[in-house]
């Protein structure tokens, strides 16, 4: 991966250097080879810790929503397909300003699932990838300043691994047993907010589950509080969910998130025709109104 460090790293130094930025967001190495972690950079003779691999799994557009991270003011970031998605609703969303982004993007053609990475995982197959890789429509970001080329080759899949056969398979599920199917799931939920922290579309400054006056969410631990919480939050990010799979990897308790927000997704598209995150200059889904929208619910 020199060649593309060495390509990161030159961007990073000239747009440091010529004051077009004053914060690059990029990866480091982690703790061992297979992981790695964001950085800050501000310094052009910091570049050098910049780097990208197959094991850049974290969704960077996250910290655009951080006041410490905002006060910078221009900043360069490094995105993958995935996350410059989360970039553009952001943008549609007039929470970041395009000329204050410069957007690094990289190919990508997946990431290695983390808990495979820690036992020594590296190599890129349909096997060892995130399922958001297995459905990735997006190996090169659209809208970018830079692109950086892919070294990896591109997955071969044998077609036994099928991505949506779980959504598929909770579809035909009768109403009872999706209700035992979910209670069990969110029966485990601690009610950390890791979710919510990792997502780089759950931005309020105040959360709902947050606000007690009124009080709309049951914030105790038990079954309606936390049915509440996942699914109110499920419904906030309709439309808005670009897939990048945060929230579930944070999730310590498992409870299988992407599962909601597929569906959710799937639902946005069948009814809406519209896929979050594709085009920057489209209005949200919710934002707009069309006689020909699926309106049979008011009649
Ligand atoms: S809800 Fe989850 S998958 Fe969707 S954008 Fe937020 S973190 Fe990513
Ligand atoms: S990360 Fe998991 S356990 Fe924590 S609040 Fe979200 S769903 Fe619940």
Redesign the pocket.
């Known amino acids: 991966m020199a060649n593309i460090d060495e390509k990161l790293q030159k961007i990073a130094r000239d747009l440091l250097e010529s004051k077009e930025v004053s914060l690059i967001i990029g990866y480091t190495g982690g703790s061992h080879p297979q992981r790695m972690r964001p950085v800050f950079i501000t310094k052009p003779e910091d570049v050098g810790r910049l780097s990208f691999n197959r094991h850049s799994v974290q ?1 960077l557009a996250v910290f655009l929503k951080k006041q410490e991270v905002k006060k910078f003011g221009r900043i360069g970031i490094v995105v993958k397909g995935c996350d410059e998605k ?1 970039l553009n609703v952001l943008m549609q969303e007039y929470q970041v300003s395009r000329e204050n982004i410069k957007i690094i993007g990289v190919e990508c053609n997946g990431v290695i699932r983390q808990d495979l990475a820690d036992k020594g995982e590296t190599d890129l197959s349909e096997n060892t990838v995130y399922d958001k890789c297995l459905m990735c429509g997006e190996h090169t970001p659209i809208l970018h300043d830079y692109l950086i080329e892919c070294a990896d080759p591109q997955i071969s899949m044998s077609g036994d691994i099928k991505p949506f056969a779980k959504i598929e398979e909770l579809d035909s599920m009768s109403s009872e047993e999706k209700d035992v199917f979910w209670e069990k799931e969110f029966d485990k939920c601690i009610k950390c907010y890791a ?1 919510r922290q ?5 931005y309020c400054s105040r959360c709902i589950v947050e606000k007690n006056v009124p009080q709309w969410i049951d914030t105790n631990f038990g079954k309606i509080g936390n049915a509440q919480w996942n699914l109110i939050r499920a419904y906030h ?1 309709a439309g808005r ?8 990897r944070a999730c310590p308790v498992n409870i299988p ?2 599962l909601i ?1 597929g569906k959710m997704a799937r639902s946005i598209h069948d009814l809406f025709g519209y896929k979050s995150g594709l085009d920057v200059d489209a209005k949200p889904v919710f934002g707009v109104f069309s006689e020909s929208d699926f309106n049979d619910f008011i009649k």
């Not at 969910?241 to 579930?248: A, D, H, L, P, R």
């Open positions: 969704d989360a979710c990792a997502c780089p579309l759950c990010l969910c670009i897939g990048c799979g945060e929230c579930e998130l992407m927000n």
